[in-house]
């Protein structure tokens, strides 16, 4: 999708995809994983998620990136947090609480801005991605991570043309694929999910990078 596609969604409030409870796969599964609360999360294509929230619950520091101000404003608003703003090359730095996020492209986000990070979140990120977009996606989040990173990917799928995208589905075989050549990758759970009103399905993932 175009920058102006979320753009205008965040303008308008059309974010169907913000949910205002965490996640419940997340809760449910995160904790297994075992991931040091020192690790800082990374949340590619993060909205305004509460399960940022979660995490630093849990003792995380969390990195998100983010096309909107819009998105990030209000997360920090939303959350009655501190906020101060600057300019990290490419993007726009808002920082307070243990959060930092990011807004601008993930695309120009690279190792040598925050590093390579140890853990990683995505829910509704690669599902946000357009199929000819997903593997340079993957490509990239490689070099976001180090050797050993650990995190929990959610994804969807529903029947085909069964709606208008984004989400994209993406079924289990494909996300095997794409991450099996740089991630041990285990399929925790998989449920019952409505998409725009329609019948599909929801997949958790945990995965290790080698
Ligand atoms: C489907 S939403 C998911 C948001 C969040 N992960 C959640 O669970 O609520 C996808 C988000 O990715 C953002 N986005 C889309 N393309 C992006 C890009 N290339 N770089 C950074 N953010 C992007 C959009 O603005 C939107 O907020």
């Known amino acids: 999708m175009e920058p102006k596609f979320w753009h205008d969604k965040w303008k308008s409030n059309q974010i169907g995809f913000h949910e205002e409870v965490f996640h419940p796969l997340l809760c449910r599964y995160w904790d297994a994983l075992g991931i040091d ?3 800082t999360v990374f949340v590619p294509l993060c909205g305004k998620s509460k399960d ?3 995490l630093r619950d849990r003792g995380h520091k969390v990195v998100g990136v983010e096309l909107s101000e819009i998105a990030a404003q209000a ?3 939303e959350n009655n947090l501190p906020v101060e703003c600057d300019q990290l090359g490419a993007f ?4 307070g609480g243990g959060y930092i996020l990011l807004c601008g492209d993930v695309f120009d986000l690279t190792a040598a801005v925050l590093g390579r990070f140890a853990a990683v979140y995505d829910r509704a990120a690669l599902i946000a991605l357009p199929p000819g977009s997903r593997r340079s996606y993957i490509r990239h989040l490689q070099t976001l991570c180090r050797s050993g990173t650990l995190g929990l990917l959610i994804t969807l799928s529903y029947p085909p043309d069964a709606l208008s995208p984004p989400p ?3 079924p289990v075989e494909e996300v095997e694929e794409i991450y099996a050549n740089w991630c041990e990758l285990t399929l925790l759970g998989m449920g019952a999910a409505r998409v725009k009103g329609v019948a599909g399905s929801e997949s958790v993932f945990g995965l290790c990078v080698r």
Not at 92 to 95: A, E, N, P, T, V
């Open 92 to 95: 726009k730095r808002y920082r």
């Open 52 to 54: 940022m929230v979660w």
């Open 168 to 170: 994209f589905a993406v």
């Open 75 to 77: 997360f920090f608003d």
């Open 37 to 39: 609360t020192a690790a």
